[in-house]
């Protein structure tokens, strides 16, 4: 079974303009969320998209937005870049949505830097 | 609220043991631990679901104490192949009636020759 794949992998934009990020998760996963990684943070989560609800929430202003398709994939937005928006973006799969035993799977990351 | 990890950082000789620590201020319904390796993607070690049970694997095992909301991962003689950023996940209910998974800012173990 192919692991969840993320596009692209390297990003390089300049403050101001927007990126879009992708994800496939696992096939048969219905749940995707994404995170951003940072030194010194580790994992913050973002948003879980769930049969193309978003479910969860965190605490990132509302740059950062989702979205989920009817096949499970899901896309990443960040409008107005800032500096600080330079990270590793990673996206992980599980099957199922909202249960405290989920595992989550992760994409190898989109390395995003903002100039 | 992140759950706390400590150390932030240990290094190791092969064959010595650590433990990594993970609190949260929060009732938690499970406890994850995942290993992420430089340049790779975080991978799933185990979970500890609430009952204070232990779980093993190879040589890394963990515990879960819900009465203080602390779990403990431990590492018995260590490889190079442990070497590392540990993170744990706890799980909390969220406001919307379901589960949210936040990670600690991660444990960084170096294992040496």
């Known amino acids: 079974k192919a692991g969840v794949t993320q596009t692209p992998r390297y990003l390089i934009k300049t403050r101001g303009q927007q990126v879009t990020l992708s994800c496939s998760p696992i096939?048969?996963?219905?749940?995707v969320s994404w995170y951003q990684q940072t030194p010194g943070q580790g994992l913050q989560f973002l948003f879980e998209?769930?049969?193309?609800?978003?479910?969860n929430k965190g605490n990132f202003p509302g740059r950062f937005s989702g979205r989920q398709f009817s096949n499970s994939r899901s896309e990443m937005n960040v409008s107005t870049l800032e500096l600080g928006d330079s990270a590793l973006y990673l996206c992980?799969?599980?099957?199922?949505?909202?249960?405290?035993?989920?595992?989550?799977?992760f994409g190898p990351g989109t390395r995003l830097t903002v100039l | 609220q992140q759950p706390v990890q400590s150390p932030q950082a240990v290094i190791l000789r092969e064959g010595e043991d650590a433990v990594i620590n993970c609190s949260s201020s929060k009732a938690l319904y499970s406890v994850h631990w995942y290993r992420q390796k430089h340049g790779e993607a975080p991978v799933f070690l185990m979970i500890l679901l609430k009952g204070g049970e232990q779980k093993g694997h190879d040589k890394i095992s963990a515990s879960f104490n819900e009465k203080k909301q602390q779990s403990s991962l431990y590492l018995t003689a260590s490889q190079l192949s442990y070497s590392g950023t540990y993170f744990c996940?706890?799980?909390?209910?969220?406001?919307?009636?379901?589960?949210?998974?936040?990670f600690g800012k991660g444990t960084k173990l170096s294992v040496i020759p």
């Open positions: 998209y769930f049969s193309e609800t978003q479910r």
């Open positions: 992980a799969s599980s099957p199922a949505a909202g249960t405290s035993t989920d595992t989550q799977y």
């Open positions: 996940g706890t799980v909390a209910i969220s406001g919307v009636g379901s589960y949210q998974l936040t």
């Open positions: 096939s048969g996963h219905r749940s």
